[in-house]
């Protein structure tokens, strides 16, 4: 079993920063890669961003591509940097890891997931 928790969420203000960890633990195996979804009140959860691991190719939605930034360390650790955050970015952040090499924009690709952790964006 892996165990994904998140962190980093918090209130900001319109045009304002903050970074998301994601640590694994548990059993440890191969894996294809992982990613960030977010779910805003009343929606569906959605893909924000994912991450290829042994290759490192990165995977953005639109509405955050250019503003967000998905990484790793060597310690299985995930990231999400997110600059210029705009209110509509304000949701439960999830982060997810898929075992078996799969599609890493969608949800269905993924095994294991987060309890999340709140973002929101004041205008």
């Known amino acids: 079993q892996v165990h994904l928790v998140e962190s980093g969420g918090g209130l900001v203000q319109a045009g304002g920063s903050l970074r998301l960890s994601c640590a694994a633990s548990g059993h440890t195996f191969s894996f294809s890669g992982m990613g960030w979804f977010r779910q805003a009140p009343g929606k569906e959860r959605e893909f924000v961003a994912a991450?290829?691991?042994?290759?490192?190719?990165t995977y953005y939605a639109d509405s955050v591509r250019g503003r967000f930034t998905i990484s790793r360390d060597t310690k299985n650790t995930l990231y999400l940097q997110m600059n210029s955050l705009k209110p509509e970015d304000t949701g439960v952040y999830y982060c997810?890891?898929?075992?078996?090499?799969?599609?890493?924009?969608?949800?269905?690709?993924?095994?294991?997931w987060g309890q999340g952790t709140q973002v929101t964006v004041s205008s």
């Open positions: 991450i290829n691991w042994s290759v490192g190719n």
């Open positions: 997810a890891r898929a075992i078996a090499p799969g599609i890493l924009t969608r949800q269905y690709a993924y095994n294991y």
